[in-house]
């Protein structure tokens, strides 16, 4: 039985962090010097994992995608993936990574049931990776992009554009996108939780970034849509499709059904959402799958988060969260909530 929240959307996709844990440190992500990391005892183990993901599924949830932190760096990965890849009722099983550790694994992650990848890349640019993520693995991710065409193909990537970083290259990246067969979708910079020196300045907008598009490859069509996915997809005259995800200018709260467990499971039903709902205290403390499946429900049905909108509201703009306050609790991270 699907459930609705208080704005009749309803509980369809969840993100799963399966750790906290990354191998980058993106700018607009990770941009400290150092982290505090969850306890590892804290950490839902598969089993833990699997059971919740059971109730969500009989809640009406049909599309789950493994996030991080870096996912890759979560141990038997394709364990957790085999598991989740036998419920018929996930529809849609995705992951995001950032493919540093792709190319050897990416066999077994497709023979293990995984359906579809999301691979982010925001730049081509060997000295330029390495100011955006501070290591020097271009080389592994392009060889992971590499290990995708063949594993799964028509997988996505992820490119977040920050003006005066990688604005540059939205053409050479679209580009490299349609070369390999990829949907590359671009992604405004969002003051999210990690984004410490986020300021609007930086962000390109949907518009900037449709008219750099059109006046390097001529007309744009939009491509009519359907479903509740966050990105708006165009069509270039040769057939290449693009999506962009406006998430800062032009937010799309009012179909969001999506929610977020974090690797010791809390639950958060907005990506600017304060406060998390505790699962692994019941999970661990003996709760029925009734009683998990109640709590959810109750939850799920008195929610009005509409983050992304309250903070288009507001006039003066800065990041969401003093470093500090993030220092003290790092579930307020986006490398912890999962993106
Ligand atoms: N580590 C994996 C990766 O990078 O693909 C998965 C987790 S990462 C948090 C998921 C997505 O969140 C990435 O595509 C990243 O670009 C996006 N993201 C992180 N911080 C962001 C920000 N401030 N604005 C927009 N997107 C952001
Ligand atoms: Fe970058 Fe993803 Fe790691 Fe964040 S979690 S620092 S976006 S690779
Ligand atoms: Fe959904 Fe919150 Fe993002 Fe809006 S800001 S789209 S409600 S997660």
Same mark, same amino acid.
């Given at each position: ?9 309803? @509980?369809?996709? @969840?993100? /799963?962090? +399966?750790?906290? !844990?990354?191998?980058? !440190? ?10 505090? *990391? ?39 990965? $394709?364990?957790? +993936?085999?598991?989740?890849? !036998? ?17 050897? +694994? ?40 590499? %290990? ?49 020196? *986020? ?10 970034? /449709? %008219?750099?598009? %059109? =006046? ?5 069509? $939009? ?5 509740? =996915? ?30 977020? @467990?974090?690797?010791?499971?809390? *639950? ?8 998390? +709902? ?5 999970? !661990? ?9 109640? /709590?959810?429900?109750?939850? *799920? ?8 909108? =309250? ?29």
């Amino acid at each position: 039985m699907p459930v609705f929240d208080a704005h009749q959307r309803p @509980l369809r996709n @969840l993100r /799963l962090s +399966v750790t906290d !844990r990354c191998n980058l !440190r993106c700018q607009y992500c990770m941009p400290e010097a150092d982290y505090l *990391w969850l306890p590892r005892e804290d950490i839902l183990q598969f089993e833990e994992i699997d059971r919740l993901v059971d109730q969500f599924l009989e809640l009406g949830v049909d599309k789950v995608r493994l996030t991080g932190g870096e996912p890759l760096l979560r141990r038997d990965l $394709p364990d957790l +993936v085999t598991r989740l890849a !036998r419920k018929p009722r996930i529809r849609d099983f995705a992951m995001t990574t950032n493919a540093v550790l792709l190319a050897p +694994v990416a066999g077994a992650l497709k023979a293990a049931g995984l359906h579809r990848l999301t691979i982010s890349l925001d730049t081509l640019q060997p000295d330029r990776f390495v100011k955006l993520a501070r290591f020097d693995e271009l080389g592994r991710v392009i060889a992971g992009i590499d %290990a995708a065409v063949d594993t799964f193909p028509g997988f996505k990537i992820d490119t977040v554009m920050i003006r005066g970083v990688n604005d540059d290259e939205l053409i050479p990246l679209l580009d490299f996108a349609r070369e390999r067969r990829a949907e590359i979708r671009f992604i405004e910079y969002m003051d999210v939780g990690g984004a410490t020196s *986020w300021s609007m300045q930086q962000v390109v907008s949907r518009q900037d970034m /449709l %008219a750099t598009i %059109a =006046a390097h490859h001529g007309p744009v069509e $939009p491509v009519p849509e359907t479903s509740s =996915a966050p990105a708006e997809r165009y069509r270039l005259a040769d057939g290449t499709v693009f999506g962009i995800i406006a998430s800062t200018t032009e937010p799309f709260c009012k179909s969001c059904d999506r929610s977020r @467990l974090t690797a010791d499971g809390l *639950w958060y039903l907005c990506l600017y959402g304060a406060r998390g +709902v505790d699962l692994r205290g019941p999970l !661990r403390g003996g709760a029925s799958d009734e009683a998990l499946r109640e /709590l959810v429900t109750g939850v *799920w049905h008195a929610r009005t988060d509409r983050g992304a909108e =309250a903070r288009l509201s507001l006039r003066e703009r800065s990041p969401l969260i003093p470093v500090n306050t993030l220092r003290r609790d790092p579930h307020l991270e986006m490398h912890t909530r999962g993106g």
